[in-house]
């Protein structure tokens, strides 16, 4: 894919709402989480609401403008134009089902979710236009597994409390070969689940066809080779550091990482190879008064569109959810 995303630095034009935060004066927002719900989403053109009680944590889109929405609540996708007000159900729900991670696949126009049912792992595959399951791969031994990217010939999910990543085979057209998963144990440098916490989160694959996740609990990013697991920390020059991270998104050479250096902002990194390897540059942080704990987040139509997943929200069942537009032009 061509390069085509506009430098971050003009994004102090929007009224003061996005700012660029500079290494040394990044100051991260509270999140409004933590006081207290809000009767209703915010009433601006640069949201777009979801169904109350949701509990969202996934997002992905196309083609254009229609976008897609995973629930942790009872598994349910729904999708709509991120133009335009309203949502439609495309998968409905089902007791006991969870969804996390969301990637469209444009071959095909599947699309991919990852999360469980009661306590086993599963990875679907679904048709996004008619919410038709075309696929439905158990995971043996996935614990919480957790986003995950479609490249030509395989799916690749990350497990945030196993540290593998589960790899389901595709044919050259993008369809699942077969319905069993395999496994690549996640190697070398890669800081390993503490039992605790959460580790690996958000996947995107990188432009030689390795693999970049972030840490959540250890922040950074990882290259991993895809055929090996060896993992090696990818240099980040310049900012604050990323002390943290949820899902990714990748346009050209442009690396978004949700909440990888604050609890509301993006981090926007600069990907770039040398002789040593990919170091991903420092460019800035968008961020907005409507972000709410953002979770994952999609280009399209020349934005960035953040899904506020509000962990903590006091009352999730009935609370109000809603997808944040972050231009960065």
Do not use: K
Request: hydrophobic letters at 40%; proline letters at 6%.
């Amino acid at each position: 894919m061509a390069d085509s995303t506009p430098s971050v630095t003009s994004a102090l034009t929007r009224r003061g709402a996005i700012t660029l935060a500079a290494a040394a004066t990044t100051t991260a927002l509270a999140s409004p989480a933590h006081a207290g719900d809000r009767r209703h989403h915010p009433r601006r053109r640069d949201t777009v609401p979801l169904p109350d009680g949701i509990r969202p944590e996934g997002i992905t889109s196309g083609p254009g403008t229609t976008f897609y929405v995973g629930s942790l609540a009872d598994g349910r996708i729904v999708t709509g134009d991120l133009c335009r007000r309203g949502t439609r159900v495309l998968l409905p729900g089902a007791t006991g089902r969870s969804l996390r991670g969301l990637f469209r696949d444009r071959r095909t126009g599947l699309v991919w979710a990852a999360g469980g049912l009661g306590a086993d792992a599963h990875v679907w595959a679904v048709d996004g236009s008619s919410g038709a399951v075309v696929a439905d791969v158990a995971v043996p031994g996935g614990v919480f597994l957790n986003d995950l990217v479609v490249t030509e010939r395989a799916v690749w999910v990350t497990d945030s409390r196993v540290d593998r990543l589960t790899r389901i085979a595709l044919t050259r057209r993008g369809l699942p070969l077969g319905s069993t998963a395999t496994f690549v144990p996640l190697t070398g440098e890669w800081p390993a689940f503490d039992g605790s916490n959460i580790a690996a989160n958000g996947i995107r694959q990188l432009p030689d066809g390795s693999l970049v996740l972030n840490n959540s609990r250890a922040g950074g990013l990882w290259r991993v080779n895809a055929h090996t697991g060896a993992t090696r920390e990818l240099v980040v020059r310049g900012g604050p550091g990323l002390v943290g991270g949820d899902g990714l998104e990748l346009r050209g050479r442009t690396l978004y990482d949700v909440r990888g250096s604050g609890p509301a902002e993006v981090s926007v990194l600069r990907l770039s190879r040398g002789r040593h390897g990919w170091v991903a540059t420092w460019r800035g942080a968008l961020t907005d008064d409507t972000l709410d704990v953002p979770s994952t987040a999609t280009w399209a139509a020349g934005s960035l569109w953040a899904v506020n997943a509000r962990f903590g929200v006091p009352s999730p069942g009935t609370a109000s959810y809603w997808v944040t537009r972050l231009p960065t032009r």
